[in-house]
């Protein structure tokens, strides 16, 4: 991310520094959604276990709305496999876009310390 040359070298050191606060910002966010979804996923997959130790006759019901259907033990099973599906893959996202700010980050402090030893050269 290349910089106006047209800013001056105190325009270009504020506009690094806000650039380091609002990308530590985002990973800080992808942490907490990254926390979340590994509750989700848990969660999922201890109920799961639970369902699968009953009898296929047991008479269950999923959640829709503020009403409850009833549902065969094997639709239960597939919805929660999903669930735990769906949190991985956003997970995993969520990796790859974390490792991206993080490096971003890093090469913005690589340029506030070049500009800071360039000015003491002065």
């Given at each position: 991310?290349?910089?106006?040359?047209?800013?001056?070298?105190?325009?270009?050191?504020?506009?690094?520094?806000?650039?380091?606060m609002d990308?530590?910002?985002?990973?800080?966010?992808?942490?907490?959604?990254?926390?979340?979804?590994?509750?989700?996923?848990?969660?999922?997959?201890?109920?799961?276990?639970?369902?699968?130790?009953?009898?296929?006759?047991?008479?269950?019901?999923?959640?829709?709305?503020?009403?409850?259907?009833?549902?065969?033990?094997?639709?239960?099973?597939?919805?929660?496999?999903?669930?735990?599906?769906i949190a991985?893959?956003?997970?995993?996202?969520?990796?790859?876009?974390?490792?991206?700010?993080?490096?971003?980050?890093?090469?913005?402090?690589?340029?506030?310390?070049?500009?800071?030893?360039?000015?003491?050269?002065?």
């Amino acid at each position: 991310a290349l910089l106006s040359l047209a800013l001056s070298p105190g325009q270009a050191f504020t506009e690094l520094q806000a650039k380091v606060m609002d990308t530590q910002q985002k990973v800080k966010l992808a942490d907490l959604q990254i926390e979340q979804l590994t509750k989700t996923k848990k969660h999922a997959h201890l109920t799961d276990t639970e369902v699968m130790m009953l009898v296929d006759e047991t008479r269950m019901y999923e959640g829709v709305g503020r009403m409850f259907i009833l549902q065969p033990k094997g639709v239960i099973h597939n919805q929660l496999l999903e669930k735990q599906r769906i949190a991985e893959e956003k997970i995993k996202e969520l990796e790859q876009k974390k490792s991206y700010l993080e490096r971003s980050v890093k090469e913005a402090e690589d340029n506030i310390r070049e500009m800071l030893m360039a000015r003491r050269a002065q």
